[in-house]
Structures are given as structure tokens and as C-alpha cells.
């Protein structure tokens, strides 16, 4: 039998030594500063560098998303499981507010009525709140429709949308709309992304503070 | 501007039609019954093909797996996010328990007396468990690594093991552990798999039973 020889590392250096992987395998290919640590955590996320290529940023969204955290945003996610994966202490120590809607009596009630997807409900739901709203978005296409048209209507203005849907149905099309409206935006083109891209995402913006990188 | 189309699908529809996709573009492959319905669901969550490859089954893991849901088996996950996306309407119909332990105070204490990872020692946790565990493993190597070796002492026989943890540090090395082991195992070789992958396998081996197909 094959001896298996598992590296001696203590787990604080466990993340550590896996950007210093992934910045070995990059190799000569120079990422952009500021947008660096986001694409290499998706890539820590997934182990998959197809994110090098897929991943959209609006001009200086990355130092847009951190004054919006530092100044009172809060965050809203399409799922429990995107909600889950975000950082609870790096939230804790900038006070910023996470909510998810998705299993909310009044949102399953009219997206029963309506005919419409709840993840789709949910961000007029979003749209009610006090707060500027980050959206990530990991799971639900319709979630990010749901978003373009509410900003037509003039009943919402995003801080910021983190449209990383995963799939086959609407998905790429749905990315292309975000991309199009202008909003200040982070998507993960084509059909790859994932309630943990998104999730993967945010930490990454809440460690440039958090952090102190 | 060019016009984005979206296919004007009803919510329940997606999910069917986004398998039919993924069934369009295996084109003429053929999976396995038994193992098709929890390979396109793991491509269905993450639009990754590379799965058709990477997916290891021990012989009739499926049925195996089956059984234990029916007769009494839980399950336990190395993160809460790999917990909050297994389907709860399916656990429970079931009568099916999720457990996990990485943010008990025992665990968080026992890890950082002993140098090691919350998610091995949350393992050792499981092990204590009167009914027998399905495991779903989606991000820690060390956990797989403390099932191994729990399995050697004679301390843990688990009913299956789910390793689809993703990573560039100990992941293919762990997994292989878990594969030479002889458990009953379906596991994602190589580097990929995440929190999200774990749940989809557990949800495609729930719905087999719950919708009956």
C-alpha cells in the first residue's frame, strides 16, 4: 500500500500555506492588488482557477465595499447556507447586520401567491429596509432580476451586488443584467459561483478590514 | 444594448430543467443509475463537469446509504454551512438528525489545548454518538484525517463517509486515506468538492427515498 504522507502544519497555517499554494501555482501572473485577495479566496473556496478568468469587478468596487461596511451597510444573502458562511466574528467586530429572508412567513406566502420564486420575494423584501443593502447572491438567479427590477422602479439602490449564482436556468443572463445596470458590482461570469463563492467573497472584503491586510 | 432574454420558467420547473440541461450536455454518456442522480445534482450545484470524473463510489454505496437513512442512521457535517445546506424538509420527513459540533465549547476548548483543528476534534465528539453517523465532510482534511484514525483505534465505525473536503493542503492526501480505508465512502478525489458539494450528496441520497423516484 501507497505510504500517505500528510503535511505537519499547525492550523493556524493552514490558510496560509493554501494562498501560498495558489500564489505559487498563478506563477508569473500578476493580479491586481486590490482584487487579489478576493479572486485568490474564491479559489481558496473552490480549489478551481477557472475564477482567474470569470470574475467581474466595476471600477473601485473592492475600496467601495469596504466603506460601505465600515459606514453603517448592512448584508442581505439569497440563502441560509450563503448567510451561514459568512464570518461571524469579523461581522461581529464591525457591527455589520446579515439577513436572509428566504424562509420568512410573508415571503413564502406571496411567492406562493405571485407565482415567483421566494428568492425573488425576498429582495423586495430587502428593498424595505433602513439600511443600504450588500447583496450576495450565491444560489438565485431570479434573486438578481428581482434586484434590476426594483432599481427600474427606483424602489432600491444597492450599495453593492456580489451576483454569483451557480447554474443552468437564467443563470448567465441574469449576471449579464447586473453587469449592464451599472450597479457597483462583483460577478462571477458564465454559470460557475455558489452560495460559498458569495459567501467566500464577502470574508474576503470583511478580512481587508478585519485583518488589517 | 443587447436584449437579454430569460426563459420564462416557472419556479418549480427550474430544477428539472436545469437537470435536463446538464442530461443535454452529457449527450450520449451513461452514468450508472444508481449514481447518476447524486453526480448531476453535485454539477448542478457547483456547473462544474469535472465531477463526471472526480466522484469515487465504493460498491453499492448508494443502497448502503439508503438503508442507513431509513434505519436510524445521523448524520454529522465538519462545518454549519455544509449543515444549513442539507434539506431540512427531507431530514425531517425522514426523522433524520444533523449534527454538528465545531462550535461547542468542549471542542473549541480540547482543539486548542491539543494543537488541533476544531473539525478533528469534533470527530472524536461524533464518535461518542449512541446512533451510527453518516459523515459529510466538505471542508476539513483534518477531520477525514481524525475519522482515519479513530477507525484504527476501533473508537468509530461509521455507517458511510461522505469526504468532499476542497482545498491545496492535506485534501488529496486525506481523501486517499478515506478511500484506502475500506469505509463505505463516496468521495470527490483530487482538490475540489466544498460545504455545498457535502450537502448535495446528502440531498441527492435524501431524495431518493423522499421523492421516490
Known amino acids: 500500500m501507497k505510504e500517505i504522507t500528510l503535511e505537519q502544519i499547525a492550523p493556524a497555517e493552514i490558510e496560509k500555506r493554501s494562498f501560498e ?18 479572486i485568490k479566496r474564491v479559489i481558496h473556496t473552490t480549489a478551481d482557477f477557472d475564477y482567474l478568468e470569470n470574475l ?3 471600477p473601485r468596487v473592492v475600496e467601495h465595499a469596504i466603506d460601505c461596511l465600515k459606514n453603517g451597510c448592512c448584508i442581505v444573502t439569497d440563502t441560509k447556507m450563503a448567510m451561514s458562511g459568512i464570518n461571524k466574528s469579523a461581522l461581529s467586530m464591525l457591527g455589520v447586520k446579515v439577513y436572509n429572508f428566504i424562509d420568512d412567513e410573508d415571503v413564502i406566502r406571496k411567492a406562493k401567491e405571485r407565482g415567483l420564486t421566494r428568492s425573488a420575494v425576498a429582495m423586495e423584501k430587502a428593498a424595505g429596509l433602513s439600511e443600504k443593502v450588500i447583496f450576495a447572491i450565491g444560489n438565485a438567479p431570479t434573486a438578481l432580476v428581482s434586484i434590476c427590477e426594483l432599481m427600474k422602479k427606483g424602489q432600491l439602490d444597492p450599495a453593492l451586488v456580489i451576483g454569483v449564482p451557480v447554474g443552468f436556468v437564467n443563470v448567465v443572463q441574469a449576471k449579464e443584467l447586473i453587469i449592464q445596470s451599472g450597479v457597483p458590482a462583483i460577478v462571477a461570469k458564465g454559470r460557475k459561483g455558489g452560495s ?10 470583511l478580512y481587508q478590514i478585519t485583518r488589517k491586510q
Open 21 to 38: 499554494i495558489i500564489g505559487e501555482e498563478l506563477g508569473e501572473l500578476q493580479l491586481d492588488p486590490k482584487l487579489e485577495p478576493i
Open 56 to 58: 467581474y469587478f466595476t
Open 196 to 205: 460559498n463563492v458569495a459567501a467566500a467573497i464577502v470574508n474576503a472584503i
